[in-house]
């Protein structure tokens, strides 16, 4: 595939992408630990009870992978020549989760990205100056304050959608 420079000689946006739901399996490893059928019949409470009161660095570090996760960043750098990760950390414990997570992207992923970013707020990486930038996220609330921001969002959730969506997706970028 060609980069989008190649194409149009364009700027290159920066390609974001996070982490739970798209590159590790959080939602379902939570499931398993409460030893329900399917993790979206936790309610609220529960998730939020289970995030206060885990062990938020070990949590991060030892979920499980996507089998996608490292062809999914492939295409990206294929495409795009490069990615960022943008991932929000723990309220609860910001620093045991960032350093889980940091341990997790080391251990399972093949091609390390550009650089890593830790933010609740994801929508102001939305642009830079006058580009748009993209996010591949699974939370659409993320999505629409990308889009909302000027940025490109892309909803992706690894055991809902497909890697051929998602390079659907990325190719309307490109044209």
């Excluded at 979920?63 to 990206?76: E, H, Y």
């Excluded at 990308?146 to 909803?155: R, T």
Aim: charged share 25%; aromatic share 10%; glycine share 6%.
């Amino acid at each position: 595939m060609m980069k989008i420079t190649e194409v149009t000689n364009k700027p290159m946006p920066t390609v974001y992408v996070d982490m739970d739901g798209v590159l590790a399996d959080l939602f379902n490893h939570v499931g398993a630990i409460h030893d329900v059928e399917h993790y979206n019949q936790m309610t609220d409470k529960q998730w939020e009870d289970f995030f206060q009161n885990t062990d938020a660095y070990h949590l991060f570090r030892d979920i499980p992978a996507f089998p996608t996760s490292n062809k999914l960043v492939q295409i990206v750098k294929s495409m795009f020549g490069g990615y960022r990760i943008l991932s929000s950390p723990l309220s609860f414990d910001r620093a045991g989760s960032i350093k889980g997570k940091r341990e997790w992207l080391a251990k399972n992923i093949s091609d390390p990205p550009d650089s890593i970013v830790f933010e609740h707020e994801k929508f102001k990486y939305a642009k830079t100056g006058n580009v748009p930038n993209i996010l591949i996220d699974d939370f659409r609330k993320n999505v629409t304050a990308w889009n909302a921001a000027g940025g490109i969002g892309i909803k992706y959730q690894a055991d809902e959608n497909s890697l051929n969506e998602l390079v659907q997706e990325l190719s309307k970028v490109l044209k």
